[in-house]
């Protein structure tokens, strides 16, 4: 049995609830223990080191300190959340001054130290690395039967930050979809950004980038987008009818989260699946 300590990231606190019903029926199936680390806070989002770069290090510092008392390392089902610990925790652990500073801070504040002996996983590696895809395809209830577009995004996609996946030609979110009945489609803006940070400052921008990689996997054939990135799919899913009227380019496809896919193909939710199954017919040109 897999355990870890889990972070959800911050849209299941707030505006993707789906992501936590999910993410809790997904874990049960699989055989893995999630365990809270209640009252971790928020990863930064590539916000919060805009404006105070020290802050989001010690905020950080203090999520894996908690982790370390409970001797897990950390599982979370964002890419974002998953990118921004991962480059703190690096950047923490290659300098023992500011590591000092920031411990000096956390015994302050709340008591905690942190010493680096945590690592920081995202749900897509812990299920090929750690599960395994004969595992995963052993416990399909409902096979995923359509093409999908698999969506990574650009923050866990490091050097060391994406388990055995390559880097810059990454495969393992294909290998998913396909365990699960569907059909991959292998598109360029899958690794892209979509702007998810200037949002409220550059809103064009991220319209323009949204919209350019919704059109580009319905180009290629995809019925569905399964985001591995929860930011991401608030901007492709919530932001898609603005984006393609900004642009005129076609964005009419429905988004889900990796969890999601998984906790449907797993047997779980079926009401949602079939809900899933009418937006793919209705959405979808």
């Known amino acids: 049995m897999a355990k870890y300590a889990y972070h959800p990231g911050n849209v299941a606190h707030s505006s993707a609830p789906e992501v936590a019903t999910t993410m809790e029926s997904l874990a049960h199936t699989l055989n893995i223990t999630l365990v809270p680390l209640n009252g971790a806070t928020s990863c930064g ?72 002996d945590v690592s920081v996983h995202h749900l897509l590696h812990v299920i090929v690395d750690e599960i395994g895809i004969d595992v995963l395809e052993k416990k399909i209830v409902n096979p995923i039967d359509f093409t999908v577009a698999g969506y990574y995004g650009p923050n866990m996609q490091q050097e060391g930050m994406c388990g055995g996946d390559d880097v810059f030609d990454p495969n393992y979110l294909e290998q998913v979809i396909s365990a699960l ?13 979509v702007g998810v940070p200037g949002l409220f400052s550059e809103e064009s921008t991220v319209m323009k980038q949204a919209a350019e990689a919704l059109s580009e996997a319905k180009a290629e054939g995809a019925e569905l987008i399964v985001s591995a990135c929860n930011l991401s799919h608030a901007v492709l899913d919530i932001y898609q009818g603005k984006a393609g009227r900004n642009t005129g380019l ?12 998984l906790s449907f193909a797993l ?9 899933l199954r009418t937006r793919i017919a209705v959405i979808g040109d």
């Open 250 to 261: 076609a964005t009419n496809i429905p988004v889900i989260h990796l969890c999601e896919m």
């Open 267 to 275: 047997g779980c939710h079926n009401d949602r699946l079939a809900m």
């Open 181 to 193: 009945g569907g059909t991959p489609i292998v598109w360029e803006s899958r690794t892209q950004s």
């Open 45 to 116: 989002a590539g916000i919060v080191r805009q404006a105070n770069r020290r802050l989001q290090l010690t905020l950080n510092a203090r999520t894996f300190a908690m982790a370390e008392a409970l001797g897990l390392d950390i599982m979370t089902p964002c890419a974002a959340t998953a990118g921004n610990l991962n480059e703190d925790l690096a950047t923490l652990k290659s300098d023992q001054i500011l590591l000092k500073e920031i411990n000096d801070t956390l015994a302050k504040t709340c008591g905690l130290t942190f010493t680096g």
